[in-house]
């Protein structure tokens, strides 16, 4: 057996590769290539072909460079530039990327702590684009829904109210959905109640944030069955309403959405609803995780949240 990084398998591998190209241009093109340079070329490949099987490596050597300068004298015409390839490969992968950004995958990268415990600044994301739908570009024809808006998804979102801020206009924010269309959303103290049915929350300790030490309540949130944990700011009994609480009814088509961090984050309490049309997708997975406040660069990664899932 030859070993890979022998000369005789790169020899073999590279006069394999040439066959592999040279014989379909021959086949296709050999109405319109001179009958002597037909027979020059078969020759050529007849030589190389039998050069394999004997397993000579400088006959391989010599064969492929004979079919090399063949194929570059009678079949340039008909085959494509190594420059044209290069080309065509790197145009195929922009376009194809542009189509797994448009309509499947989109990263995201959390840029404040509205969404502690669960996200931490510094956090990369993988949002889902295609789970609630697409719709084809210049249509309004949604696609490939695979499910629901549901209270507890995590969820990336453009501003919803760029119209009074348009400084804000098409920055994208990350929440989570408290209420759907038709929901009613209160507080009493530190609980959710949406519909009129509190939700019910079990203490956990304390959690202690790391870029600053501040020290919060947590809590395990049980939100009709979707559990994820969110935190209160310690001493603070009652969470803010901000100037949308109470919410008697959600509107159609939008969704009521806040921040883990519930006494650290502007959200649907501050500024009101998000357009379901607005939403770019579900966040599913942490891809990467760098801790810009650690001053020790070896320890700047965290490790433990890569490829960690998003409760």
Do not use: C
């Not at 649907?268 to 660069?297: L, Q, T």
């Amino acid at each position: 057996m030859l070993n890979i990084f022998s000369k005789e398998h790169k020899a073999r591998k590279k006069a394999n590769q040439l066959l592999k190209q040279v014989k379909p241009v021959l086949e296709k093109n050999r109405s319109n290539i001179s009958p002597d340079a037909v027979s020059i070329l078969e020759q050529k490949i007849d030589n190389l072909e039998r050069a394999l099987q004997t397993g000579n490596y400088e006959e391989i050597v010599r064969a492929t460079d004979d079919l090399d300068v063949a194929s570059s004298d009678y079949l340039s015409k008909y085959t494509k530039s190594k420059l044209r390839q290069n080309i065509e490969a790197l145009v195929f992968a922009v376009i194809l990327a542009l189509i797994i950004r448009t309509f499947i995958f989109q990263p995201f990268k959390i840029p404040s702590g509205s969404m502690i415990p669960n996200l931490l600044v510094g956090d990369h994301l993988l949002v889902n684009k295609f789970v609630y739908g697409t719709k084809i570009p210049f249509t309004d024809i949604e696609v490939f829904p695979l499910e629901k808006i549901t209270r507890g998804d995590v969820i990336v979102f453009t501003y919803p109210n760029s119209e009074r801020d348009p400084s804000k206009s098409g920055i994208y924010y990350i929440k989570r959905v408290i209420g759907l269309p038709g929901d009613s959303v209160e507080i009493a103290g530190r609980n959710l109640v949406i519909n009129g049915e509190t939700i019910p929350l079990e203490y956990i300790g304390t959690y202690t944030e790391e870029r600053n030490g501040q020290k919060f309540d947590e809590y395990r949130e049980d939100l009709f069955g979707e559990e994820h944990t969110v935190i209160y700011r310690q001493g603070k009994e009652n969470t803010s309403k901000g100037n949308i609480l109470p919410v008697s009814t959600v509107p159609d088509g939008t969704v009521f959405v806040m921040g883990d961090n519930r006494d650290n984050s502007q959200d649907s309490r501050f500024w009101g609803f998000v357009p379901i049309d607005n939403i770019a997708g579900k966040a599913f997975i942490i891809h990467w995780s760098w801790d810009f406040a650690n001053p020790d660069i070896l320890n700047k990664v965290r490790w433990d949240r890569i490829l960690s899932g998003i409760d």
